[in-house]
């Protein structure tokens, strides 16, 4: 799956209408619809499920059209993962060996928790999370209900990780409104707030994952992250959707605290 990566620097990304009226990956994702059930039969009972959705938006309902036939959604459903998401962080693992056996990992906006899922499957000895939203209990991961960007929120996640991290990932998105200004602030300041927490709590030679989508400037913050780390990547999963503006920042080496 790794040889099928979007692999490319911020200069490759043309601005698309990202912003415009469109449901992103994560609304759907913080508004809870449930993956379909019936395996392979969910596909032909499309129609007949979307019959129960009176009353819900146009573009609420094409989301959950194609959530009813995303062939990723099948696969998180039958080898147990909790969201399709899982996907996209086994192939950016698998393009860079980040999830080594005995890291700390922290992950925010980690409901409904498939990536902490992969990085206990992969090793992790510990992993730390937090969502808005609540994140049914998954053994051997510390999970809490809180805004990360509340005071007390990062410590209280290096608390239960047991010391400082190796790894930070965060799939952090807001709702968007459907104001592209609005909406890219409201990114950039997630952006940036992850990219602050981990500069200030990875260990040197940690890695740093977050979402970004293409089109919208990172403010500062890639300039700090390349200053902070040996390498900074802008990444496509295959498991992102074709038409989502979505990308990865995959930041690795951390150089550690000036």
Do not use: C
Not at 34 to 44: D, V
Not at 177 to 187: A, N, P
Not at 189 to 208: Q, S, V
């Amino acid at each position: 799956m790794a040889t099928n990566m979007v692999l490319a620097s911020a200069a490759d990304f043309q601005p698309p209408s990202a912003y415009e009226g469109r449901m992103s990956e994560d609304e759907g994702r913080r508004r809870m619809v449930r993956p379909p059930t019936g395996g392979t039969a969910a596909g032909r009972n499309v129609k007949k499920k979307l019959k129960t959705a009176e009353g819900r938006t146009l573009s609420s309902q094409q989301w959950l059209e194609r959530q009813l036939t995303d062939p990723y959604v099948q696969r998180a459903k039958a080898e147990g993962w909790r969201s399709r998401a899982a996907f996209k962080l086994i192939e950016i693992d698998d393009r860079f060996r980040l999830l080594k056996r005995g890291v700390r990992v922290v992950d925010l906006g980690a409901a409904p928790g498939g990536w902490v899922q992969v990085a206990l499957k992969r090793g992790a000895a510990a992993v730390a999370g937090v969502d808005l939203l609540p994140i049914e209990p998954i053994p051997g991961a510390e999970l809490i209900e809180a805004d990360f960007t509340d005071p007390g929120v990062g410590d209280r996640l290096i608390e239960l990780l047991g010391g400082a991290p190796d790894i930070v990932l965060s799939d952090m998105a807001h709702n968007t409104v459907g104001h592209k200004q609005t909406d890219h602030l409201k990114i950039v300041a997630l952006i940036e707030a992850a990219a602050d927490f981990a500069i200030e709590t990875l260990k040197p030679g940690g890695a740093f994952v977050t979402k970004n989508f293409q089109g919208g400037s990172a403010g500062d913050v890639l300039e700090r992250l390349k200053k902070s780390f040996a390498e900074v990547k802008f990444v496509k999963p295959k498991a992102s959707r074709a038409d989502s503006s979505e990308v990865y920042l995959v930041a690795m080496g951390f150089k550690g605290r000036s």
